[in-house]
């Protein structure tokens, strides 16, 4: 089944460190790939988008992300985690034999700490 | 653009009764989706459409449960009659293009509570 796993339920940091959320997908096809977080009592919104091209993908808020084939992964980073980060993170993903429909994951919720 | 619309913000009915969540999707966009959200099963795919057509219902959970669009800017989601297993937070989102062309736009979904 073409799918997105993300492995890790919950992940807490601290303030000021570096952050990385882990993603495998499982697609036959070339996937396409998208970080979205929801803040709580809100819809997603997205954070960044791979199609094709560099494989490191630069987002809003200073999130990235690079896609390795080899891996099967889609991780995201972020250099130093800010409170306001605290939130549900969901990689999805979409290809041709999918009919384009975009698949989530499970979802990683971030907990913040001073 | 006041983005994608969704209404109520919350239902609670009791079990047996018909229930219908509204979206508004945002003007211009060609494509709209349904997604259910719950603890146990993540994000699904309910539904979505291509130009008010229906274009994939395979998510649809089963008969109870049935989508529209009968224009550009409303689609309808109605469970009739409505189960306890039904609750979940329902979102809608709309975008141009699809998934490939701009990013999806999801509303602030219904929190439906069926007791």
């Known amino acids: 089944a073409q799918s997105v796993t993300q492995p890790d339920i919950h992940i807490t940091v601290s303030e000021g460190a570096s952050l990385e959320l882990r993603c495998n997908y499982s697609y036959g096809a070339t996937p396409y790939l998208f970080w979205y977080v929801q803040s709580p009592g809100q819809g997603l919104q997205l954070l960044l988008k791979?199609?094709?091209?560099?494989?490191l993908v630069q987002g809003i808020k200073g999130f990235e992300a690079e896609f390795k084939r080899s891996q099967s992964s889609f991780n995201l980073r972020k250099p130093s985690v800010h409170w306001s980060d605290a939130a549900e993170y969901f990689c999805?993903?979409?290809?041709?034999?999918?009919?384009?429909?975009?698949?989530f994951g499970k979802g990683t919720s971030l907990l913040v700490t001073p | 653009d006041a983005g994608v619309i969704q209404s109520p913000r919350h239902e609670v009915t009791e079990m047996g009764q018909e229930v219908t969540l509204r979206c508004k999707p945002i003007?211009?966009?060609?494509?709209l989706f349904w997604y259910r959200q719950t603890m146990m099963r993540g994000l699904e795919l309910l539904i979505y459409?291509?130009?008010?057509?229906?274009?994939?219902d395979s998510g649809m959970p089963e008969d109870r449960f049935s989508a529209k669009m009968p224009n550009a800017s409303f689609s309808t989601l109605k469970i009739q009659p409505s189960e306890p297993r039904d609750s979940a937070v329902y979102f809608c989102?709309?975008?141009?293009?699809?998934?490939?062309?701009?990013?999806?736009?999801f509303g602030s979904g219904t929190q439906l509570s069926v007791l």
């Open positions: 999805a993903g979409a290809n041709s034999n999918s009919g384009y429909a975009l698949n």
């Open positions: 459409f291509n130009n008010n057509v229906p274009i994939d």
């Open positions: 791979y199609f094709s091209g560099d494989t």
């Open positions: 989102a709309s975008s141009l293009g699809g998934v490939l062309g701009e990013k999806l736009f």
């Open positions: 003007s211009g966009h060609d494509y």
